[in-house]
């Protein structure tokens, strides 16, 4: 079992940056480090949307397309803790952020039905 708790939500303005954390707990023989990490969003009356995602040793990572160039995925393995830094932030980014844990030998996946665990999500909400 992996209970996930996202923090660093909160209100900004367009242009601006906000930094989520995602602190893990990991209940069993295994470790943080064996897991993938994503972060996935989904704002008010649209699907699910795949943000970024980060291998378990932290070396590759993915990101979808509406993010790209904006958005950095990292982890600290020492800490169990997954972040999302979010620069130029735009109103259309306002959305609940998740963080997701898939176990997974290597690799990631950009599938939310992948990933085993879930946090109940941190909102972010982007002013024009």
């Known amino acids: 079992q992996v209970q996930l708790v996202e923090s660093g939500g909160g209100l900004v303005q367009a242009g601006g940056s906000l930094r989520l954390s995602c602190a893990a707990s990991?209940?069993?023989?295994?470790?943080?480090?064996?897991?993938?990490m994503a972060w996935f969003r989904q704002a008010p009356g649209k699907e699910r949307e795949f943000a970024g995602a980060?291998?378990?040793?932290?070396?590759?990572?993915y990101y979808g397309d509406s993010v790209k160039g904006r958005f950095t995925i990292s982890r600290d393995n020492a800490k169990n803790t997954v972040y999302l830094q979010m620069n130029s932030l735009k109103p259309e980014d306002t959305a609940v952020y998740y963080c997701?844990?898939?176990?997974?030998?290597?690799?990631?996946?950009?599938?939310?039905?992948?990933?085993?665990?879930w946090g109940q999500g941190t909102q972010v909400t982007v002013s024009s």
């Open positions: 997701a844990a898939d176990y997974r030998p290597k690799g990631v996946s950009v599938m939310g039905y992948e990933y085993d665990f």
């Open positions: 990991v209940a069993s023989a295994l470790t943080f480090s064996s897991y993938a």
């Open positions: 980060i291998n378990r040793s932290g070396d590759n990572t």
